[in-house]
């Protein structure tokens, strides 16, 4: 009953977050309720049983998408969208919403509805996976592949990411030291990295593993690049390229080896599967952190700056 | 129901009551510094109850340990969001509520 009651709060309250979101006028009020629909997701993934997802949702999703929005929101001068012109278009995105949706509940309702799909089949091989969480299997062994690709995106992204906004520089030391923010970043640091560290460990046999843990990581990074002298990584420094690329290349290294002793790719050795995935893991956790850190731009540029208040 | 779930109910209904009057609070207060006060510090004393609530009733020390350490955590980002927000409102300008009402 009072489950129900949860799920039901939650159906509602999601669209109609989604709706606020972009309908709202001020685009600091869209952020703010982007923010709470990511948490409220996070809340509905873990009520669907997929801890896995909502960590990722509540760290990604939420978490640092939301500072990234903040932050860029610091750079903008804030308009209120043109909503004449929005007016105009209307009718079509209704057309084309509607149609979408449409889509999309005729493919979710075409589903069988009681399929257990391939848990049957994950369950029965998870003994030679080497781990004891399906998901990880999944993710690190069955379909590493996928998880691979996904890394290889994610490479390009931040290529991406850094080709749009290159700048690096450290921020100005504040005139007056600021007492506040460093002692924030000195009491989470510890935590985080125990946090970080135990996820990872944990991804053998409970939801997490390197996405989590790098999103955790990359969280600690901006809470850095907010409050300390740190600059935003540089992709010209040797150290920012072999952190990112370890994860990968040892990735590779890992999917290619059973290929010279007569094997398919990535079909790791049953005795050695634990500790290939646990190896992988740590790599990827780093580099899925330096990539989501520097997704995160360091200073705002000098012509964006803000002159005079916040208009309320 | 025993007495041990009656004690827990009573922490949780109080925890809920202190949630609700602080988001109250966030709704009618007059300026950014009071809706502050009232953000961080009903709510975690909301949040607080709902967790000795909890971790009375989760029957591990494990897992009352872990209730606990969210709480803590709440804490301590709540204390220095308050302070960050305040000082930005501040530095922005906004007028705190002197008690008088607006012509």
């Known amino acids: ?312 | 129901m025993s007495l041990w779930d009656g004690v827990c109910a009573v922490f949780m209904v109080a925890g809920a009551f202190f949630c609700l009057a602080g988001t109250v609070g966030v709704l009618r207060f007059p300026d950014v510094y009071c809706r502050l006060h009232a953000l961080t510090k009903v709510d975690n004393l909301g949040l607080g109850l709902v967790v000795v609530g909890l971790a009375l009733q989760s029957g591990s020390w494990a897992t009352a340990l872990e209730l606990l350490l969210v709480w803590l955590f709440v804490l301590i980002s709540s204390a220095f969001t308050c302070q960050l927000i305040a000082r930005a409102a501040l530095r922005r300008g906004a007028a705190p509520w002197t008690g008088r009402r607006e012509p």
Not at chain 1, 42 to 71: C, F, K, N, Q, Y
């Open chain 1, 1 to 312: 009953m009072t489950a129900a009651l949860l799920d039901a709060c939650l159906a509602l309250c999601l669209p109609l977050l989604a709706w606020l979101v972009l309908r709202t006028e001020s685009l600091s009020q869209s952020v703010v309720l982007f923010v709470a629909m990511g948490l409220l997701s996070a809340l509905a993934w873990a009520r669907l049983d997929a801890p896995d997802i909502s960590l990722v949702e509540a760290a990604v999703g939420t978490g640092l998408t939301g500072a990234l929005l903040m932050h860029t929101l610091s750079w903008t001068d804030e308009r209120p969208p043109d909503v004449a012109a929005r007016a105009r278009h209307r009718p079509w995105a209704v057309v084309a919403m509607a149609a979408l949706t449409g889509m999309l509940g005729w493919a979710v309702l075409s589903l069988p509805s009681d399929d257990p799909g391939l848990t049957r089949e994950v369950d029965a091989h998870l003994a030679e996976s080497g781990v004891e969480h399906p998901v990880t299997a999944v993710l690190l062994n069955y379909r590493g592949y996928d998880t691979l690709l996904e890394i290889a995106v994610l490479l390009v992204a931040v290529l991406g990411a850094r080709a749009v906004n290159p700048r690096s520089e450290r921020t100005t030391p504040e005139p007056s030291r600021d007492p506040l923010t460093g002692e924030l970043f000195r009491m989470m640091t510890p935590a985080l990295l125990l946090v970080a560290g135990y996820l990872v460990w944990v991804g053998e046999h409970g939801p997490g593993g390197a996405f989590q843990a790098g999103a955790i990581l990359a969280g600690g990074g901006v809470v850095a690049l907010l409050t300390t002298r740190l600059g935003t990584p540089r992709m010209s420094s040797w150290r920012v390229r072999w952190a990112l690329l370890t994860g990968p290349l040892l990735f590779i290294g890992a999917a290619v080896a059973p290929l010279f002793s007569g094997r398919a790719l990535l079909e790791y050795r049953e005795a050695q599967a634990g500790t290939v995935i646990f190896v992988v893991e740590l790599a990827l956790t780093v580099s899925i952190a330096m990539v989501l850190w520097m997704f995160f731009p360091g200073m705002r540029p000098a012509r964006a700056e803000r002159s005079g208040k916040e208009p309320s």
